[in-house]
Structure formats: C-alpha cells, structure tokens
C-alpha cells in the first residue's frame, strides 16, 4: 500500500518537513512517498500543488496526507481545495499559544530558517569554517578556542559529527586522529594534552570499520578486520585510561551521536 | 518580559525543537530563553526536568512554554505534573493520523533521526565526504558524479551551502572558486566546461564580501572593496552571459539557499 505525503511551505519547508517525517515513522505499515515543496509562496503555485496532490490521490486510489506551514491565508484557502488530508500545523497551535502568551502571532513567513531571526547565524557559519579548518588534525594551535574536540581512529565518524554539530547548533568542534603510535604507548598525543577536558571519543564496532574503511582503500592493511579490531581496543583501552567521556556510534546517526555528546558534556546548545 | 521554552523529547529533541522554533518565531515581541532537553527518557528525568520547569516558573513569574513529543506514557504523565504550557505535538496529531491512515501508531521513541529509519543515511555521510574532498576545487575528476556544482567568488557561501545540503539531503554537492583569471576572459574553467548543466552560482553583495573577507584576511587586496566589487560584477556577468542560475547570498541563509536551489535545479531531494 502506498500513500503520497506532501511537505508543502512558503518558507523552507524545513519545519513542515521535520514534524511530517517524525509523524509518519510512526506508522511502520505503510509506505510513503514524500514530496517536499518548498517555497510555494503565490496563489498560482498553490494552484499547481493542488493539481500535484490530487493527481497522487488519483494515482494511490487514496488522498494524500498533507502536512504544510503556509501563512498566507489566501495560498492556504487554494491549498484547501485540494483532496488531500491537511495536517495544518501553524493553524492547529498558534492560536491557543496566543492564548497562552497573551500577545498576536505577526503570521509571518518563513522567519524560523531566516537569517534576521537568528542571532546565532554567524556563530554557526563561522564554526562550519572552524571545523573544516580543523579537521583530521590538519592545525592544533586553535584548539583553546574548541568547544569540543572529537577523538577516535580513521573512519569512525568525526568529521560528519563535527560539520553537523558546527551547522546546526554553531559548536566549534575539532577533531584529532588516534593512530597506531599513539596506541603503542597509551598516550594521548602532545597536541592534546593541554585540552584534555574538551576530548570526546568516538568509537565503533570493528567490523563496521574494516567495512567503512574498505570502500576507501580495498584490500589494504588498514581497512583489514585484526587491524581495526587492534585499533578499536587499545583506543577504548585509553579513553577509560584517561577518562575520556566516549560512545560508540555504530548504530547511531550524527543527529543522535550530537545529541548525546551534548548532553554528556553538559554543552548548553546555542538555540537563535 | 521573559518567557522560557523547553524543548523536550526522549530522542534527539530535533523535532520538538524545530516546532517549537518556528512558532515561538512568530510571536515577535516576547524575549524566550530557550532550553533544548534532548533524552529525557526515564521517570527519574523527567522529574528532574519538572523541577527545572517549575524553578523557570518561578524566576519568570509565569510558566514556561513546553514543546515535547516524549513518547512514553509513564514519562509523559511525570512531565504532565509540571507548572508548564504543555504544546503536545505527538498526541495532537497522531489519532486523527491513525483515524486517516486505518493503521495504528507504534508509539516507539526516536525512530525520525536514526540510522534504521533512514535508508538515505549512508548516502548523507558519503555526500559529507564527497563534498569535503571537492571542496573550493580541490580535485576536479570527480565532478561527474556530482549532483551539483556551486561556483561563485572566495567566501560568497559555497562551502556551508555545499555542507548543508550534503548532510540534510545526500545532496552530492562540489564546489569550485571563480577567480580573477576566469574574470579577464569572461570564460569558464576548463575543468568546468563538461559540466556546465550542473553549475549553480552564487553571487553577494560587495560590502559584505568584503566584510567577510576582511576578517579573514585585514587590509589585503582580496578585501578591498574595489576588488570585492569587480569580482562580484564579473561574475555576475559571467553567469548571465553562459545563463547559469544564481542567487544572491547576502540576506539567506544555508538552510534557504539550499532550498531555493535545489527548486530552481528540479533536484528532488531524497527524503528518507
């Protein structure tokens, strides 16, 4: 059985977008397909959403679920014409939060994902640059201005944790390579020594590894099952050592793998 | 006045916070002092979290705004206890869902940002490498697989904007800097050439170019405005004369670029 679902904004569509696909993963039985509309902002781009839901309702002999942030009140009076199933979001909260705040909504659009709405914009551009400069150890002499640096073995997930934490919460975060000669002694590199406070490890399960390393280097010494599973242990053996805060991030995406570090490390996220 | 948000979840909060950003958005005159709570996923949490709402009560001297979409009905009723505002987003919507679907909710936690929901998940984190490796025209071979390819002058935006939509989307996005050479003759770089229907530019406004630059390089040439505003004009022309789409950056952000490109391209974002 499938179903069309529509994530449908005048803005971004980020929103409309993230409460949809939360939503509709919780329901396991079914499959959808999901089609995300941005920026439907005229009257003449609601006709054609329009036409656009209802040939899906056609084709799965079923309406569509639609799930759409639009603020303009004649784009949402088009909208409504549609046969689809309307999840209207802003409509179903805005006006018991008037309520409650004692203050109108202005009904503007778009404002979440703007820059004027978030005084954090430049922080987390600027730390998207901090984390590429940072990267894989590239330089070490600007870790006192690291919020976080990410320790872990080639492969196991830094840098996409790293980008992510930077892009949306704007976390300066570094990351730092653990090599085989920093395993030999169970020590942790010079570079580090001076921060060790800010250091979170990262580790993972080591046939996942030699998996993840094998696309980029078939075959080779350091893709091979013994040498990630030496590499695994001895760096799990010095995060305990040393007390490094660490998680495994095999079974978890860099969504959840920011969400727990931040969490651990007390880090309180700088929210617009 | 001061009102403050929390922004609850038993998962990452992703979903509770980008909710209850956008509405909170749109009550323009209220100051809110926002708390993200990712994980509260036991009684004993949430306990701690009901004393943190009610001692913000307390300072504010009005409840705070509550944002959660806890699944757990033990967890639920504990949080319930609170001298908060509680905006229940999962129990609002999902019985008229299961009404609508004929299917009911498996009401299980944290299912919208891991790795198992997510079939698109390995091609995120490759998209992140990918546009790592190709970025500000690193390494030029690889362009075929692109899915993208952003151009524009030094520091207008195509690294973050490259960055965003690999990680959100799995958006294969390259990146290639334009510069004074490309400008003499009005003409592509070779390496570009074979590619042309993958180009997408991005423009800025000169002073704020040179903002940017300037903190990154003071008092040089590359920061001038005199330069920043021929490079910027080139440029432009540049794109008009080989009818390259292009936006101007200067007033968006990654999250609405991204958005806007990939309606302008026709790329249909991979949805999990």
New interface residues.
Partial sequence: MN?TAFFISD?????A???G???L??????RFT???R??VDTVEKARDMVQQINAAAERDGQRP?IFD?VVNAEIRAELATCNG?M?D??S???S??EQ??G?G????V?????????GH?KDR?DA??YA?DN?DGARTHHYETADIILVGVSRC?K??TC??MA?QYGIRAANYPLTDEDMEGLRLPKALLPHKGKLFGLTIEPDRLASIRHERRPNSRYASFPQCDFEVREVEKLYRKLNIPYINST??????I???I??EMGI??R??
Same sequence: chains 1, 2.
Wanted: hydrophobic fraction near 35%.
């Fill in positions: 179903r803005g971004t569509g980020i929103t977008e993230t409460l696909q939360s939503l993963s919780q329901f396991e039985n079914i999901k089609l995300l941005p920026y679920i942030t199933y999840v979001i802003f179903t909260f805005l018991p939060l409650e705040l203050d909504s202005s009904y503007s778009g404002k979440s994902h703007s820059i004027s709405h978030n914009y551009i998207v640059h590429m990267d997930g840098t996409p980008l992510y892009l079974h978890f995406s860099v969504e959840e920011s969400a727990k931040l969490v309180e996220r929210l617009k």
